[in-house]
């Protein structure tokens, strides 16, 4: 073995790291909302977060990501550290599947179908379809499948070479008599964990070792502790992801730790102890790629068995080893460390936006209820959500931006732009409800007041403004494009009445029944009014461009006017808000 087998080995990792993060990332694209979707059914229920953990851990092959995303969603106060117990146990399950994947390198037969399920024999042709994929389909969907198996294919190509370029070993004496330094288990289980450490990836880890276990150098001896090693190494991904964060947050990680190094410690005193007893005679025999995974799987289904019944002892234990600050602890708003998983992102950044959505419909009812009522107090609150609303504005729209520069599925792509359009539409309305609180404010420190008439129009905009509002955010927040469909119909109601009222405060004018003082607080109302009602059916046509992609903005708002629907919908509003008769 010379110098240039260790740059084979090394490219060998680099290959097989690379692959991996490809095959990755490009499953978690096509998972898009589902994968929220999935979370968002996170119960405290440990069976429950065991099978999601392990089900979301094959589906995107990273242990480390899951946890990383852990950590996340509890910084954001998403969910609860009693959540993510069973969701950690079950993703050292899920992540074994890559180590039974590249056991199929230990394959040898004459036979030509069995030959066949050889990575080696059959990654070139899975490489061929996936760059065909890549470079022959319009469709998103079938270009991030050929993603897939182009990094599949990078990941095993890369097995090949660390397997060929360790070969030699076996026929070093130097390298027989290094290995028996490892029948000590706690030097196994020390370079397990540091060398797992080091390149932040259990399955590139395992692989080296399955790599090397082709070479018949390798007993169960000493790969035992060394696979128990690597399970406490993946934890410093988490570790790191945890700098910075919320005391919850941190528990995620201290929980993950604990995890593994609990376990190793019991499997350790179990394996050992029972082989003082029985004396295992398979301790000395050569370990394959198919002994190592069968071991890592034995390994972490067994260290789950174990530990499940004591999820809350495991809570209390992070609990005690990450104390609270005596000051309340903030979440943070939206976590940087979600980006790594863009569809989950995108669920909290919805979520995010109907929070939004709801403050504005909140301030603008509270600017309303100044018209009649003024109060101190209530402006204060109105300043202060103002204010509460621009933050959720420039946050929000640059957790965005940043979101829509990483890989995300055209799914999540529409989601992001109606997000972008929801917001402004929604900060807007905040700006309207502080003109609104404006012109109460005036109406209050100048003692006047509007005729009956006057009036008793205005309570009939005002019903009018509280339903379409109440309608644009409920379609909104339920993702309803048939509600959506219903909003255009009561918009171009308002924008008749307030032309009507417009019309009748003129005729005021000129009878002398209103003053023109009056008249331009009432065209300032009225100016607010149609502006308010515009931005909910810009929220509407958000919701239904989203269903339908289809859709252009613009030729809707033109063409719905002609549809048979909309005028059944604009009769009804106009039946149901009429404007008193004039006397």
């Known amino acids: 073995m010379d110098i240039f087998s260790v740059f084979t080995l090394c490219g060998g990792l680099a290959f097989f790291l690379y692959g991996m993060t490809t095959m990755s990332k490009s499953l978690e694209k096509m998972a898009g909302g589902k994968l929220e979707r999935i979370l968002k059914r996170m119960t405290s229920n440990p069976f429950k977060s065991l099978l999601l953990g392990a089900g979301i851990t094959i589906a995107i092959q990273s ?8 950590v996340g969603l509890v910084n954001s106060g998403v969910m609860e550290l009693g959540q993510t117990i069973g969701v950690i146990m079950g ?4 992540t074994t599947l890559t180590a039974w994947i590249l056991s199929l390198t230990g394959i040898q037969s004459e036979n030509v179908f069995v030959n066949l399920l050889k990575p080696e024999n059959f990654s070139p042709v899975i490489a061929l379809c996936g760059i065909v994929l890549i470079m022959g389909s319009k469709k998103q969907r079938r270009r991030d499948v050929g993603r897939i198996m182009v990094g599949f294919s990078i990941l095993m190509y890369g097995m090949e070479l660390m397997k060929n370029a360790v070969s030699p070993l076996a026929d070093l004496p130097e390298f027989s008599s290094l290995l028996t330094a490892f029948n000590n288990p706690l030097l196994g289980v020390l370079v397990g964990a540091v060398f797992t450490g080091i390149i932040q990836s259990s399955a590139a880890s395992v692989g ?4 090397l276990a082709l070479t018949g150098s390798i007993t169960y001896g000493m790969a035992i502790p060394i696979i128990m090693g690597q399970n406490i190494g993946t934890c410093v991904t988490a570790l790191l992801s945890s700098i910075g964060v919320s005391r919850n947050a941190k528990r995620v990680a201290v929980i993950h730790i604990s995890f593994n190094i609990i376990g190793t410690a019991v499997c350790l005193v179990l394996f050992y102890g029972g082989n003082l007893l029985f004396h295992f005679s398979f301790m000395n025999e050569t370990v394959g790629a198919v002994g190592i995974a069968f071991c890592h799987t034995v ?5 789950t068995v174990l530990l499940l019944p004591f999820s809350r002892q495991l809570e209390k234990l992070a609990r005690r080893l990450v104390r609270n600050e005596t000051k309340s602890e903030q979440f943070a708003f939206l976590d940087p460390r979600l980006l790594r998983t863009p569809s989950v992102a995108i669920s909290e950044c919805v979520s995010m936006a109907c929070r939004m959505g709801d403050l504005a419909h909140q301030n603008l009812l509270l ?6 009522d003024y109060s101190e107090g209530r402006e204060a609150e109105i300043l202060q959500n103002e204010d509460r609303l621009d933050v959720y504005e420039d946050r929000l729209g640059s957790y965005l931006v940043e979101i829509s520069q990483h890989g995300v599925s055209m799914e999540d792509i529409r989601t992001v732009s109606r997000l972008l359009h929801a917001i402004g539409d929604f900060e807007r309305i905040g700006d309207h409800a502080l003109n609104l609180q404006e012109s109460a404010q005036e109406i209050h420190d100048k003692a006047l007041r509007f005729s009956d008439s006057a009036e008793a129009e205005i309570q009939v905009l005002l019903s009018a403004l509280e339903d379409i509002l109440s309608r644009a955010f409920a379609c909104f927040t339920n993702d309803d494009a048939q509600a959506a469909a219903a909003i255009e119909p009561l918009e171009e109601t308002i924008d008749r009445l307030i032309e009507e009222v417009r019309m009748r405060h003129i005729q005021r004018l000129q009878t002398g029944e209103c003053t023109i003082q009056l008249g331009f607080v009432l065209s300032d109302l009225l100016t ?3 502006r308010v009602s515009d931005h909910c059916s810009n929220i509407a046509v958000c919701v239904i461009e989203e269903q339908d992609a289809a859709v252009d903005r613009h030729a809707y708002l033109h063409d719905v006017k002609l549809d048979e629907t909309f005028v059944q919908h604009l009769t009804r509003d106009l039946d149901k808000y009429q404007l008193p008769r004039q006397h």
Request: charged letters at 5%; glycine letters at 6%.
């Open 63 to 70: 242990s480390s990501a899951m946890t990383v995303m852990l």
């Open 91 to 94: 993703s050292n399950i899920g």
């Open 208 to 211: 080296i070792l399955q790599a």
């Open 299 to 303: 390994f972490n289904v067994l260290t």
């Open 367 to 372: 600017s309303l209820g100044q018209l009649s």
């Open 528 to 530: 607010n009014f149609e």
